[in-house]
């Protein structure tokens, strides 16, 4: 969407009128209608089938004009049946649409130029997409580690084979293995959904 929005201002200051705009990013994300086209000039991958159905909505409302405003938020709220990948919109992607019509609203609305709005609307959202990239490298150590301290219990069990402990007969076999094994699974149990909260916390945290 950064990447999106960035073009839009970019053609604007290039002098394409707002109903040439759809049509340009139409080719550019959505499919180019000219007959003839080979697979190798395909759109970029980057809007799911969601998003392309608005950006279609879009540059039909521009076309007919209409408010594209107006238009983007009434596709944005259409539900996508189907389950196939990219026919759903994120919440985040979702916003971003919505945030992206107010731009031609406050535009309108104002006088002001529809480039300089969408310039600072894009620089928003790529330190938005810079940010998030910054909390997900964030928090790869801790979800590492709590896959990792899941997995110690297994490695033990193997280790204690490879010494000649035999500890699964040890613990299946006499009373107080078993209840070393039942303690063992419920701390390892309580401790895997502990440690995910504590990560799942932290990343709401950090938003």
């Given amino acids: ?19 040439r705009l759809w049509d340009e990013l139409w080719l550019l994300y959505g499919g ?7 697979a190798a000039d395909a759109p970029p991958a980057g809007l799911g089938s969601a998003s392309r159905a608005i950006l279609a909505a879009a540059r039909a409302a521009a076309r007919c004009g209409v408010p594209v405003g107006e238009a983007i938020r009434r596709a944005g709220t259409v539900p996508v049946s189907g389950e196939v990948p990219g026919s759903r919109v994120s919440d985040q992607e ?3 649409w919505i945030e992206f019509a107010a731009c031609f609203d406050v535009a309108e609305a104002s006088g002001c130029p529809l480039a300089d709005v969408l310039t600072r609307f894009g620089a928003q959202l790529e330190a938005e997409e810079d940010a998030e990239a910054a909390r997900q490298t964030a928090l790869a150590g801790p979800r590492a580690t709590v896959r990792l301290l899941g997995w110690l219990p297994v490695l033990g069990l193997g280790l204690g084979v ?14 107080a293995g078993l209840a070393a094994l039942t303690a063992g699974v419920a701390l390892t149990v309580t401790g895997r959904i502990w440690s995910a909260g504590l990560v799942k916390a932290a990343a709401g945290q950090t938003r």
């Fill in 1 to 19: 969407m950064a990447q999106l929005v960035e073009q839009s201002a970019a053609l604007l200051r290039g002098g394409r009128p707002p109903a």
């Fill in 32 to 38: 180019d209608p000219r007959p003839g086209r080979s």
């Fill in 94 to 96: 979702r916003r971003a």
């Fill in 162 to 175: 490879v010494l000649g402990v035999d500890p699964i007969n040890i613990l299946l076999g006499e009373p």
